[in-house]
């Protein structure tokens, strides 16, 4: 944690009341904590009263049954709760918006920090609190600890609190925090790391607790088709089932090739150097783009930088994975040539013979391996014509009949006359 520190001045309206470093101004805060103080000033926060109420009996008993930490108490009972009892601590479980959902530990310091409204049901958001180590953790989405005098209730400050947020590990989004309060014994390395490994233990068993779910399938909006002689094409289903077929320039086709394969995303430049070694400029770009979202979908491209936002299939995609399977027969289902033929980029020119070799590798494989099939739907294929070593494995292939030997041994010949 960071050790700059910073004064708070005094705010400009004197009537409101303030907390004693504030008027001082004196007090140096780390600059975290500074920022906090100055978010619960420009809200109103009222530093000389607990923690509002935020949820009735009955809305606490719903927001307790229907949260996912719910199901990870006795982990945190395990590993915190136990070691709280007898110790002069409490341990407190809030969810995402900073309602309190569960405080136990040490009954008699459960009975003192109930003086202050730290109870199930109260609001320990920044909004609602001030700075405190459950609500900041929230605010910044960082582990955090606060010490006595750090908090800007009056209230809080004979307490010093640890607060780690929680996250939902299928969604990455904050789902609640795990705090630490007690005395100013437990303002330690040791405590943070404490509820630090408690958070990752419940983070744990939430993953846990997905791994029984059937993963729900991600349906993409479109299919690309960019392999073979025609020219690439954009294919969707309308409400009322009927498919339909937008051919793509050849630019915007080589554009969703490219973010296919960065799903990190490209940043203008680069995709511009990709597409073009003279480098299309900027401006280009960003109407390409601006051009493409109008027909795969404003939502299905994402800018700073350029990368898909969800889901695309394509037949580039749909060979990639049958490869990858060991599947050739699906492989050469979808391969119907090479990769966008009249495409000049050369990251494009790149991927197009990746994706050809790959292919050729995967069919002489399989055809030593005695499947001559694969091997006749490769040599049927345009650009294996040329291919003279695929022409003689099919000649020498012990699959072979007579006519084949002598259809391929004609083919043979011609190629060794054309390149003589």
Partial sequence: MADETRSVKP??????????????????????VAESWQRSLAI?????????????AARLSELRNSHPLAATLPVIRKLLVDYAVDSGVVVAVTAADGTMLWVEGDPEACRKVAAMNFVPGADWSEQGAGTNAPGTALALDREVQINGHEHFSRLVRPWTCTAVPVHDPMTGLVVGSIDLTGGSSIASAQTLALVRATAVAVEHRLALSYSHIPPTPVVSPGRLTVLGPDRPSWHTVDEQGRARAQQLSGRHAEIL????????????????????????????????????RRIVG?????????RLL???????????????RGDVNAALDSYRGQLLPRSGSPAVARLRTELSASVRGAVLAASSAGDVHVLR???????ARDDRHGWQALHDHRGADELTRAQTRGHLTALDTALS
């Fill in 11 to 32: 705010p400009p309206d004197a009537a409101r009341p303030t907390p004693d470093v504030i008027v001082a101004g004196q007090t140096p805060l780390r600059r975290f």
């Fill in 44 to 56: 109103g926060v009222d530093p000389d009263s607990g923690a509002r109420e935020a949820a009735q």
């Fill in 257 to 292: 090739v490219l973010l296919l394969q960065h799903s990190e995303g490209l940043s203008g430049d680069h995709l511009a150097m990709l597409l073009d070694e003279r480098e299309l400029d900027a401006v280009t770009i960003r109407a390409e783009l601006s051009r493409l």
């Fill in 298 to 306: 404003a939502d299905m491209i994402g800018s700073r930088p350029y």
């Fill in 310 to 324: 969800g889901p695309m299939d394509s037949d580039m995609g749909e060979v990639f994975a049958a490869l990858r």
């Fill in 377 to 383: 739907r490769w040599l049927d294929l345009p650009e």
